[in-house]
């Protein structure tokens, strides 16, 4: 069994994860922003009498990943790194604001390699250490009106093959490509007309939870 860190295990697709690896016995670190959310999954799995912790964590903040990854390690043998948490930010070039872009680059960029880079030195302590990106077919192809977000997961795509390379033998690295999905990434935003057409966050999770041996998985 393993302890699995979450980022964004409040909601959507990081909170699918959490509940699926937690019915198979793994113990799971649920971190985002917000706790409520986080104490809310930890008891769904609580009561299906599984283990859950959550930490509020800041992906974006390199100091508040330095703090709380020290507090987290503290505790934990942390084995599996899910790197889930990212934002949207949708429209054409021309309208899109700049605060906009800096949250995007900074949340799915910055924050990724910052914490994958702060817990790096503990995963590699343990047994049979993982990493996996969701990543988003948005890092296979470019799209109109999501250039920005598009460059996000670009970016880590070539991040995550890079540490395939890198750490090979060593860590396994997951790089997770899945079309559009139906939860709260879409709320703020019509770039989306009718989001209950997409596929539901649960069976995607499903999907990885089995294939989470694979480099590339494709959904
Ligand atoms: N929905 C789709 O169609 C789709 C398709 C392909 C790929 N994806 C990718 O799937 C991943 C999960 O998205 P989702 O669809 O499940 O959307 P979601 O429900 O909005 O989940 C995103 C999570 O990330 C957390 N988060 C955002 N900024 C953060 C930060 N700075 N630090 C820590 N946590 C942060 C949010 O929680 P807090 O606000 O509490 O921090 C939230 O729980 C994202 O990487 C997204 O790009 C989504």
């Known amino acids: 069994m393993q302890t699995i860190l979450i980022t964004g295990a409040g909601s959507g697709l990081g909170k699918e994860l959490a509940l699926a690896y937690a019915e198979l016995g793994h ?11 986080l104490q809310k999954v930890a008891t769904q799995i609580a009561l ?12 974006a903040n390199l100091e508040n990943v330095k703090r709380t990854v020290k507090e987290i390690i503290n505790k934990h043998k ?5 790197n889930n948490a990212g934002v949207g930010c949708f429209g054409s070039l021309r309208e899109l604001n700049e605060v906009d872009i800096q949250h995007t680059i900074q949340t799915n960029i910055l924050g990724t390699i910052y914490l994958t880079k702060t817990l790096l030195a503990h995963l590699l302590q343990q047994e049979n ?22 460059a996000s997961k670009f970016a880590i795509r070539g991040f995550t093959e890079s540490l395939q390379k890198e750490l090979e033998g060593t860590v396994h690295v997951t790089a997770t490509y899945m079309g559009g999905m139906n939860t709260p990434f879409w709320d ?17 999770a499903k999907k990885i939870v089995e294939r ?8």
Do not use: C, W
């Open 27 to 37: 113990t799971i670190i649920l971190t985002g922003r917000r706790l409520e959310p």
């Open 48 to 59: 299906k009498r599984g283990n859950a912790y959550t930490y509020q964590l800041d992906i």
């Open 78 to 82: 942390v084995s599996y790194l899910l």
């Open 129 to 150: 250490p993982k990493i996996m990106n969701i990543i988003s077919t948005a890092g296979q192809k470019g799209k109109v009106n999501e250039s920005v977000y598009v």
């Open 188 to 204: 703020e935003t019509n770039h989306i007309k009718d989001k209950t057409r997409l596929q539901s966050s649960a069976e995607v």
């Open 212 to 219: 989470d041996e694979e480099l590339f998985i494709e959904l």
